[in-house]
């Protein structure tokens, strides 16, 4: 399971930008969580290969850090957020129903459709919130939470975008959100261009360091 | 009042984000004045403004700028984790005003004769980071970063960089950790000061976004605009993020010095459903809580707070009504910090963990009379006396952190937390399990 | 050296060197500070909080963890105070949380700081009435080691170790939080050399090693101290036992050597004394024409028919020895005295295989030691793997390029342990490094910066052969460089037990013992000729023409160990073989007498190791049936011989060489016992006769083809690896490795069978080598000897 020129050329590129290429094992974790839909034992060795270290070095690091997925999350993510403030405004009850609505336990996926629960996740103005594949719902309801599994389910939305989510599921945000944007996640990694990991990755690798 | 950070995407809600519009209302000219000054005189202005950092330490920038080694290559790092509960400012100014964060940068690379920066975003905001990023590549695009930036000899390169869930990164010497591809591991201080070895062991300033946000006004309008802005001895202004159980919960840039009635009342609009305050959170978390009878009154500034035992942090105001269950509101603290714990240190991932358990046993409906005086002496063992600021047992003060939730309930809700054990059936706990 | 400061602990004042580590400081002026996680020999991580003491400060007392806290002048520390104990205690109670306190069935009961530290400052029983950690019980990371991880207390020595210390990082925290726990990566096991110190510094039971696992108790055992005499670095080491029966081995910290760590072949190794098939009587060839039990009577019979029949016949000049590597200084003195005095022979040679001259290795001008390398700022490599083949001196040098930042340079026909800590890595083919040297000297193209390097000094250089194909005077002529540059020391190294320990006591045709050349009147005991005698190889070539008669084979396995080949043939060819051994081995299966020898562990006596360093060994356990030291069997050989060498006790024969051995004058047992337990470097006085200066003999490059590279692997199929049961299944084994260009040149695929020099083969692809070079694992199970010749004969299979 090797990956494609395309991302191999990536690879390089974001090594690029560090001044020791140890320090790209982070974004390169990312890369192979998109070749493989989530982070195989092969992706770490190849990022262990691409970065100068042992396989064992790049697991401790991936394995740190909640949002590398080792287990195959299926399309998208849902995490909700039951941290304090979130816990205030009810969280409990709309991870609950979510878990309901899709018959999916927290920490588990049926190969669709992943639920988590998440700590604190920076939305508490608009608590309760939650991500789906890391975009953002503020101020959602157990019942917009149902509604939100299913728009999933029937839907099978290629793209995912907060604007959109939050028009359709979302409700008092923590602050004015005012600029919508288009750009949205394609799995469940976080949708940034340098990665490639966004459905538009535009220009993104350049520019670099000047090294 | 005064708006400082949040002063221009308030003006421009539908494009503050894009070049062409920050440009437009003279964006980048304090840069250009930066690249016009000395290392010591940008750092005599900003240790002059008063400028403390945002991050939650809330240590002057301009001290922290002068204590950066000589060694070179140094780095600068713009810390965006943001992850501390009850805090969302920093998501803000990514997301709404990422030329302000760039400008910034530009000042502190300048000031501290830095030529490589990195902008550490939590993994959880991937819109914040996308808009960052396309800042950054239109600052690449217009001369603004990269190679002989505005038409000077002076080159700088921004990188942004991704987290991957663990707040612990936001922790300085952790988050350079991970910066170098490794576990997000806080370092030991000494001999760690990132001013002294930080990024690969180099020289490195690491300064909160709300922090590098400010810089760009203090250049244009000076160090005496700034201090003129508050009346008490912390200048400017600060990103209050409120949230929990008040009518209007949102961020706030506030001036310091206002009290907290002021704040949770008038400015927030008060308690939901005109329920009775019963405490808040301060400082994010990580605080210890004020509750309205001691502390409604006082006002906000780093050294009220402190007097009162707790602080201002990261300015993250969590607000508890009378319907809330605090045991439960604690251990749902505590579990955080156990979560995020990052286990280097005994005590941190195995107290922080016990805590939670016992906590979870109480309300269970498992709690035993034992265990109030239980979790005194377990947070005892991470923070010695439960004092403020904590005299830690632990590499950093997360461990420490945990402890403020358990400590505040046993100062001021006992009755409660006791009414909880023994209101609770007394389901047999199997003994002997731990047991020496 | 930092100036000394005042600190006070628990009310006494010390006086201590500034900036030291207040753990280390207070335990130098008896104030043990309890730890898990801080180990002297690895930098400090402060994580397990068990140090945590109070210092007085201006804003009151701090606690601060003793471990990472460096002292200075006035500190004034409590290490007793309430508060101290109390974090002490808590920390104690918080990782017994989780602790299984499984100690009845664990191997560290007894010995484990956990159990220890709980009993002194340990809380009463526990209040954690919740659910303890779970994990899967022991689980297996590597052939020789153990992890349970409900055990663990994530002190992170083990992998600091493997990391900072071996440069293996194959074991790593994973998940984190109340998660974290160490783990290797799936299907990557924790192969690493020395893994076995991750057992002994693993300050619970948490990693074991499959060796020792259940075998005993740590009550049970008897400890000595003594030397590892499997290479020559000579690490210090605890031998324990039980019931006479050798348990465990375990690294000592001393500056000098080792600073506490082995090679899991020093470490495991040892089992091989414990085999069945060890040989407790002396054996004869009977009518059956095979060997037979005899009594010590009827085999001293025999040789003295067989050997004083060669000798009336042919003279004294008849008769060779091989061998004396393997024993202690004692013994090859008595090899020595017995050849020159009761035979009247100098072909006597204790190098089977380096083919070094011994005056190179024994009385070098400017020898270094392994110290040297903490001072060192440059250091050069040129010779064998050090990982493979001299494990100990390996990690001395990985920690001077690592943590001491010292400029290292390596120069070697493929990859080696050290290359990703070299700062310059020079790869060239086998034949070519007399241009390499040329080319480094001259310090042009690549070799520049080396070269600028090499003007730095201190410069230490560890030079030996790279392989066996290898001319062995490029070592000395890249040694005759070395030695002209400024502020250089040279170590000459080759890997065999007391190697050098034999060559100072006069086991090699050209010197006599205390470093006196053959001929030279500085050494005028015995009547010995005064020419040279013959090597090993010309020995073995004597035998075949017939020039030599009868060969005695001390300790000595020449068909194994000379690369040349024609060993098994020349032993046949003998008319008397004499064997002294511990097993019976492919070349004295067809001796005509064989004596029953004492192994390591089993004798007392001195060994010398590559710095000329002498070091003391212990007997620790009886040893098997009949079988005797070297050097009595060696007596009673001269005495039936008629030609008595009178030698009475191995302390007395100390005595003897003290008395007349030049660079061993004032060597005593009880010197390198109790004065330096750490060895001395000989001479202690007056000087060694012989300085000798290594020639550059103006080598030129020899270009082949296809070249052969053949070296030694630290696992092999060495007589004491078959024997030993953990390491024997972890040689790599016999193959053929080349690059895939050569390969593809060649039309062969990998895992395809060549024969190279008519010895059928598996090929492996190895893009670390020099292009047009073959490389050949030397003395693998089940392998072949091809040879030492430069040239390779490589045929493809169909
Ligand atoms: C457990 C812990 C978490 C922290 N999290 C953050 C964070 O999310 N963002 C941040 O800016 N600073 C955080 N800090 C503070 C940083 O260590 C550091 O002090 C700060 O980034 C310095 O920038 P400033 O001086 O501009 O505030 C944290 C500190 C600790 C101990
Ligand atoms: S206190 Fe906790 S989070 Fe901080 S270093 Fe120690 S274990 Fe890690
Ligand atoms: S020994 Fe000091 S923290 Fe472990």
């Known amino acids: 399971m090797s990956w494609s020129a395309e991302t191999l050329d990536r690879a390089t590129a974001l090594i690029s930008k560090y001044p020791d290429k140890r320090s790209a094992i982070m974004p390169l974790l990312y890369l192979a969580m998109k070749e493989d839909g989530y982070l195989t034992d092969e992706g770490m060795v190849r990022v262990a290969e691409l970065t100068g270290v042992t396989p064992a070095q790049v697991q401790a690091v991936a394995t740190f850090y909640v949002m590398y997925k080792r287990e195959p999350q299926g399309r998208y993510l849902i995490s909700v957020c039951t941290s304090i403030s979130c816990f205030l405004m009810g969280a409990d009850e709309v991870l609950e129903a979510i878990e309901q609505a899709a018959g999916v336990p927290a920490g588990e996926s049926d190969g669709e459709l992943a639920v988590e629960h998440a700590e604190c996740i920076g939305a508490c103005g608009g608590a309760p919130a939650c991500l789906v594949n890391y975009e953002l719902i503020e101020g959602i309801t157990p019942e917009q939470g149902v509604e939100l599994v299913a728009w999933l389910r029937n839907g099978n939305p290629d793209m995912i975008n907060t604007d959109e989510l939050q028009t359709l599921f979302g409700g008092r945000t923590s602050f004015d959100w005012a600029i919508r944007e288009d750009n949205g996640a394609i799995g469940p990694y976080p949708a940034f261009p340098p990665l490639g990991t966004a459905a538009d990755n535009g220009s993104a690798l350049e520019p670099g360091r000047a090294s | ?436 | 050296m930092s100036e000394r400061v005042k600190i006070t602990v628990d009310g006494t004042t010390h006086e201590v060197d500034g900036g030291e580590l207040l753990i280390k400081a207070a335990e130098d002026n008896g104030t043990y500070i309890p730890r898990f996680c801080w180990h002297p020999r690895m930098n400090p991580v402060g994580m397990c909080r068990m140090c945590l003491v109070e210092v007085e400060g201006p804003r009151g007392t701090m606690l601060v963890p003793a471990c990472t806290t460096p002292v200075n002048d006035g500190m004034v520390v409590h290490t007793e105070s309430p508060v101290a104990k109390k974090a002490q205690e808590d920390v104690l109670e918080f990782l017994l949380i989780n602790h299984p306190l499984d100690c009845p069935v664990c191997d560290k009961g007894g010995e484990c700081p956990l159990q220890d530290q709980t009993m002194s400052h340990g809380p009463g029983e526990s209040r954690f009435v919740e659910e303890k950690r779970h994990f899967e019980k022991p689980i297996p990371i590597s052939d020789l080691v153990l992890l349970d991880r409900e055990r663990c207390i994530l002190c992170a020595r083990c992998t600091r170790f493997s990391d900072e210390i071996s440069g293996d990082p194959l074991i790593e925290f994973q998940e984190r939080g109340n998660n974290t726990q160490v783990l290797t990566f799936p299907d990557e096991p924790f192969a690493s050399y020395f893994s076995g110190n991750t057992v002994q510094i693993c300050p619970v039971g948490a990693l074991t090693a499959t060796a020792y696992r259940f075998r005993a108790r740590p009550w049970d055992l008897r400890a000595v101290g003594s030397t590892c005499m499997h290479c020559t670095v000579g690490e210090s080491i605890t031998v324990q036992s039980s019931q006479n029966e050798i348990l465990r081995f375990l690294g000592v910290d001393n500056d000098a050597t080792n600073h506490g760590w082995l090679s899991d072949k020093c470490r495991f190794g040892f089992e091989y004394i414990n085999s069945a098939e060890r040989l407790e009587t002396p054996q004869i060839r009977g009518e059956s024409g095979a060997l037979v039990p005899a009594t010590w009577a009827e085999a001293l019979q025999a040789v003295a028919a067989g050997i004083g029949g060669v000798i009336e016949r042919d003279g004294g000049g008849a008769v060779a020895a091989l061998g004396g590597a393997r024993g202690t200084n004692e013994e090859a003195y008595a090899l020595a005295k017995f050849m020159r005095v009761a035979i009247g022979s100098n072909h006597l040679d204790a190098q089977m295989d380096d083919g070094l001259d011994p005056q190179f290795l024994a009385a070098l001008a400017g020898r270094g030691t392994i110290d040297d390398l903490e001072r060192a700022k440059t250091i050069l490599v040129w010779g064998p793997d050090l990982k493979e083949e001299l494990g100990t001196l390996y990690l001395r040098v990985r920690r001077a390029a690592q943590e001491l930042g010292a400029t290292l340079i390596v120069v070697h026909p493929r990859a080696t342990g050290l290359d990703d800590r070299a700062s310059h890595k020079f790869t060239y083919k086998p034949g070519t490094g007399p241009d390499v040297l040329r080319r480094l000297v001259a310090g042009v193209e690549q070799y520049a910066p080396a070269r600028a390097a090499l003007n730095e000094g201190p410069v230490v250089a560890i030079v030996g052969r790279t392989g066996y194909s290898e001319d062995p005077r490029l070592a000395e002529a890249v040694a005759a460089f070395v030695r002209d540059l400024p502020d250089a020391s040279v170590l000459p190294v080759v890997r065999r037990g007391n190697t050098y320990g034999a060559l100072d006591m006069g086991v090699a045709p050209s010197l006599l013992p205390g470093r006196v050349r053959v001929g030279s009147d500085a050494f005028d005991e015995w009547s010995a000729p005064d020419e040279m005698g013959k090597d090993a190889a010309g020995i073995l070539n004597g035998l075949l023409e017939g020039t030599v008669k009868a060969v005695f084979l001390v300790g000595a396995d020449p068909v194994a160990d000379v690369p040349g080949g024609n060993a098994a043939d020349a032993l046949d060819a003998a008319e008397f073989v004499v064997s002294i051994d511990t097993f019976i081995n492919e070349s004295n299966r067809h001796a005509d007498v064989v004596f029953p020898a004492l192994a390591a562990t089993e004798k007392e006596g001195t060994v010398t190791n590559l710095e000329g360093r002498v070091q003391k060994v212990n007997r620790v356990v009886p040893g098997p049936g009949q079988a005797r030291e070297d050097w009595s069997i060696l007596d009673d050989v001269a005495t039936v011989l008629e030609r008595p060498i009178h030698l009475a006790s191995a302390e007395a024969i100390m005595k003897e060489i003290a008395a007349v051995a030049p660079a061993y004058r004032g060597i005593t047992w009880d010197l390198v016992t109790w004065d330096n337990p750490d060895g001395v470097v000989v001479p202690i006085e007056g000087s060694t006769p012989l300085e000798y200066v290594p020639v550059d003999a103006g080598l030129e490059s020899r270009e082949v083809p296809l070249a052969l590279h053949t070296a030694r692997t630290m696992y092999d199929d060495g007589v004491l690896m078959r024997h030993g049961l953990s390491l024997h299944t972890l040689a790599p084994g016999a193959a053929a490795y080349m690059t895939r260009a050569d390969a593809t040149g060649l039309g062969v695929a990998e895992g395809s069978t060549v024969s190279v020099n008519d010895h059928e083969l598996p090929v492996v692809f190895d893009d670390t080598l020099a292009p047009g070079t073959l490389y050949v694992p030397f003395n693998q199970p089940g392998s072949p000897n091809v040879g030492d010749h430069l040239g390779v004969r490589l045929k493809v299979m169909g």
Request: aromatic share 8%.
């Open chain 2, 1 to 436: 009042m005064t708006r400082v950070v949040t002063g221009f995407m308030e003006q421009h809600p539908a494009d503050s984000h894009l070049y062409e519009t920050y440009v437009a209302a003279g964006g980048y000219d304090a840069a250009r004045m930066a690249l016009s000054k000395t290392r010591d005189e940008l750092v005599e202005i900003v240790k002059e403004s008063g400028l403390i950092g945002r991050g939650g330490a809330l240590f002057s920038t301009g001290m922290k700028w002068s204590f950066l080694a000589p060694a070179r290559p140094a780095y600068l790092v713009v810390n965006g984790d943001e992850s501390e509960p009850g805090t969302f400012k920093d998501r803000q100014l990514l997301e709404r005003d990422p030329h302000q964060l760039i400008e910034g940068v530009i000042i502190a690379a300048v000031a501290n004769e830095v030529h490589e920066a990195f902008i550490y975003i939590r993994g959880e905001y991937p819109k914040p980071a996308r808009r960052v990023q396309q800042a950054v590549e239109d600052a690449y695009r217009h001369g603004l970063l990269g190679k002989g930036i505005m038409g000077s000899g002076y080159d700088l390169d921004v990188t942004v960089h991704l987290g991957a869930g663990a707040y612990i990164c936001g922790e300085e010497t952790a988050l350079l950790n991970s910066l170098e591809g490794k576990r997000g591991e806080p370092r030991l201080k000494p001999p760690y000061f990132p001013a002294a070895k930080g990024l690969y062991m180099l020289p490195t300033i690491v300064n909160n976004v709300e922090t590098i946000a400010n810089l760009p006004h203090i250049i244009d309008k000076g160090a005496d605009w700034y201090r003129s802005i508050s009346q008490s001895a912390d200048t400017g202004t600060f990103l209050a993020s409120v949230s929990g159980h008040v009518k209007k919960p949102g961020n706030y840039e506030i001036v310091h010095g206002i009290t907290w009635r002021e704040l949770i009342f008038d400015i927030a609009g008060g308690i939901r459903d005109d329920n009775q305050l019963k405490a808040w959170i301060p400082g994010g978390a990580s605080a210890p809580w004020f509750v309205p009878e001691l502390h409604l009154d006082d006002p906000i500034t780093k050294d009220d707070c402190a007097a009162a035992g707790s602080m201002l942090g990261s300015g993250a105001v969590i607000v508890m009504d009378h319907t809330t269950n605090v045991v439960a509101a604690a251990e749902r603290l505590v579990r955080f910090f156990a979560e995020e714990s990052c286990g280097q240190c005994t005590p941190c991932r195995e107290g922080t963990t016990w805590l939670d358990m016992i906590l979870q046993r109480m309300l269970s409906g498992a709690g035993r009379s034992v265990d109030l005086e239980l979790l005194h002496d377990v947070s005892d063992g991470i923070s010695v006396g439960l004092a403020w600021p904590p005299k830690q047992t632990t590499i950093c003060p997360l461990g420490p952190s945990a402890v403020s939730a358990v400590k505040s309930l046993l100062e001021h809700f006992r009755e409660e937390a006791e009414a909880h054990v023994a209101a609770a059936r007394q389901v047999p706990v199997s003994i002997g399990e731990g047991a020496a």
